[in-house]
């Protein structure tokens, strides 16, 4: 019995490999989980919108493409977890849960959903078109469900909040999409060689 417990524990050298992949998977969490927040303080208002122009949309495919479907989603539930804490991080200038239930909360709660899909799908993905197609349905997802609470929490019309909330971003998501793409695509090249 003594021996069968022997066989199933890690040598050192494999406890202080899990430990170093650990440590880099939470490094790299937090370096996302930074990014988005970063990404936050670009921000443009609109004066007919209660939505600001941001750039997380270009940090949350990012997380996605380099982390993976598992550990994106933790950079941005970590980044949404900072910011319902009471940090001032989300685009809006609202701070806590309360964020959430404002205007731009569909949009953050979409983040994790988002980083999950660009993770399960560019990893699958082999050429420019097709990353590009994965990060344009994650931009899509956020989108819509910003534009859900729009609807169901504000009560504007389906129209109304889809002039509001969805038209204005469009041209510019599809720019951000094609930058993180080129990003994503340039970095597979680089390691490749």
């Known amino acids: 019995m003594a021996r069968s417990a022997l066989q199933h524990t890690k040598p050192a050298n494999g ?9 880099l998977s939470t490094g790299l969490i937090t370096a996302f989980t930074l990014l988005t927040v970063l990404a936050s303080m670009v921000r443009v208002p609109l004066p007919f919108s209660p939505v600001p122009i941001t750039g997380q949309l270009f940090a949350v495919l990012l997380a996605g493409a380099f982390l993976g479907s598992t550990r994106g989603a933790f950079s941005q539930g970590l980044y949404l977890l900072w910011g319902i804490s009471g940090l001032p991080l ?3 200038g609202t701070v806590g849960l309360a964020a959430l239930m404002g205007p731009t909360g569909g949009y953050l709660i ?10 399960f799908l560019v990893k699958r993905s082999e050429n420019y078109f097709h990353v590009w197609m994965s990060m344009f349905l994650a931009s899509l997802l956020i989108l819509g ?4 609470q729009l609807v169901l929490f ?19 998501d599809i720019v951000k999409v094609c930058l993180a793409a080129g990003v ?3 970095y597979r090249k680089v390691r490749k060689k």
């Not at 899990?18 to 440590?23: E, I, N, V």
């Not at 979409?110 to 993770?119: K, N, S």
């Not at 469900?145 to 859900?148: A, H």
Request: net charge positive.
């Open 110 to 119: 979409a983040f994790v959903p988002a980083a999950i899909l660009v993770g």
């Open 154 to 172: 504000y009560q504007y019309s389906p129209v109304t909040a889809f002039m509001l909330g969805v038209a204005p971003f469009l041209p510019l």
């Open 15 to 23: 406890i202080a490999k899990d430990f170093r992949s650990a440590l």
């Open 90 to 92: 989300f685009a809006a």
């Open 184 to 186: 994503v695509m340039g």
């Open 145 to 148: 469900l910003g534009w859900l």
